[in-house]
């Protein structure tokens, strides 16, 4: 599994090179397009549907399935949005004058949950479910994670549509066991992170990435970023932040 992450080179300043990738225009956002909400979109044609005739062979499990199958649909409907999402481009590489990277980033995963709708949810069923999940990554993986309430519920109440994170970074091996093994709604969550191949020799010259920004709550913002990153800090990383982002 390849965990790396190469840009394109666009810049070179002082002995050291700086690769990414420009921000995307507006033509460019990502888009994730569903039917647009409808709270008129109820079946206008209120009665039964038919009744299966046993006498003709018919079973109760074709209609169950066939009134599923519409349950399902005015369901999806009623929870049907339009989201607009920017996709910011990774952080650049930072590259010596051979072309050996100094500063790279690395694709790492998080355990994360992805809520379906859950129809007239209240807090201790949004909890709940993402307690059997949390505690299901925990005993697989023997760890300790946990969320608050709070940030579970008003992730549901506002931004289900996105994973809700919950785990540090996962091992190889982490990934592999819980890939295997995981519930219904317990996802696997990609993320960029800076890597230094090289981080104790010139870390003084280097700087690093600081910490992402807190986890957002309340309503999905249009064109709002689908991920978040640090901003650099000390050294070349400071220095040259708005060539790199």
Same mark, same amino acid.
């Given at each position: 599994?390849?965990?790396?992450? !190469?840009?394109?080179?666009?810049?070179?300043?002082?002995?050291?090179?700086?690769?990414?990738?420009?921000? #995307?225009?507006?033509?460019?956002?990502?888009? +994730?397009?569903?039917? %647009?909400?409808?709270?008129?979109?109820?079946?206008?044609?209120?009665?039964? $549907?038919?009744?299966?005739?046993? *006498?003709?062979?018919?079973? @109760?499990?074709?209609?169950?399935?066939?009134?599923?199958? +519409?349950?399902?649909?005015?369901?999806?409907?009623?929870?049907?949005?339009?989201?607009?999402?920017?996709?910011?481009?990774?952080?650049?590489?930072?590259?010596? !004058?051979?072309?050996?990277?100094?500063?790279?980033?690395?694709?790492?995963?998080?355990?994360?949950?992805?809520?379906?709708?859950?129809?007239?949810?209240?807090?201790?069923?949004? #909890? !709940?479910?993402?307690?059997?999940?949390? +505690?299901?990554?925990?005993?697989?993986?023997?760890?300790?994670? @946990?969320? @608050?309430? *709070?940030?579970?519920?008003?992730?549901? !109440?506002?931004?289900?549509? #996105?994973?809700?994170?919950?785990?540090? %970074?996962?091992?190889?091996?982490?990934?592999?066991?819980?890939?295997?093994?995981?519930?219904?709604?317990?996802?696997?969550? %990609?993320?960029?992170?800076?890597?230094? $191949?090289?981080?104790?020799?010139?870390?003084?010259? #280097?700087?690093?990435?600081?910490?992402?920004?807190?986890?957002?709550?309340?309503? +999905?913002? $249009?064109?709002?970023?689908?991920?978040?990153?640090? *901003?650099?800090?000390?050294?070349?990383?400071?220095?040259? @932040?708005?060539?790199?982002?």
């Amino acid at each position: 599994m390849n965990f790396f992450h !190469r840009a394109i080179v666009f810049a070179v300043s002082g002995g050291f090179f700086f690769a990414g990738a420009e921000a #995307l225009g507006q033509d460019e956002l990502g888009e +994730i397009e569903k039917t %647009p909400e409808a709270a008129d979109y109820e079946p206008k044609d209120t009665r039964k $549907p038919p009744e299966v005739d046993r *006498k003709l062979g018919s079973n @109760d499990d074709a209609a169950k399935s066939k009134s599923s199958q +519409i349950g399902s649909s005015i369901m999806t409907r009623k929870e049907a949005r339009t989201f607009t999402f920017s996709i910011p481009a990774p952080r650049g590489q930072i590259l010596d !004058r051979f072309g050996h990277p100094l500063a790279q980033n690395t694709v790492a995963y998080y355990a994360a949950i992805n809520f379906p709708y859950l129809p007239d949810a209240t807090d201790e069923d949004i #909890l !709940r479910y993402a307690g059997e999940r949390i +505690i299901h990554a925990n005993d697989l993986l023997g760890a300790q994670w @946990d969320l @608050d309430g *709070k940030t579970v519920v008003e992730h549901y !109440r506002n931004r289900r549509w #996105l994973p809700l994170t919950f785990s540090s %970074p996962l091992t190889e091996e982490q990934f592999v066991d819980l890939d295997r093994q995981r519930k219904p709604g317990l996802v696997l969550h %990609p993320v960029y992170l800076r890597h230094y $191949p090289n981080e104790k020799m010139l870390s003084h010259v #280097l700087g690093y990435v600081g910490e992402r920004p807190p986890r957002k709550l309340g309503p +999905i913002e $249009p064109n709002e970023p689908l991920w978040r990153d640090g *901003k650099g800090v000390e050294g070349l990383e400071e220095q040259f @932040d708005q060539f790199l982002t």
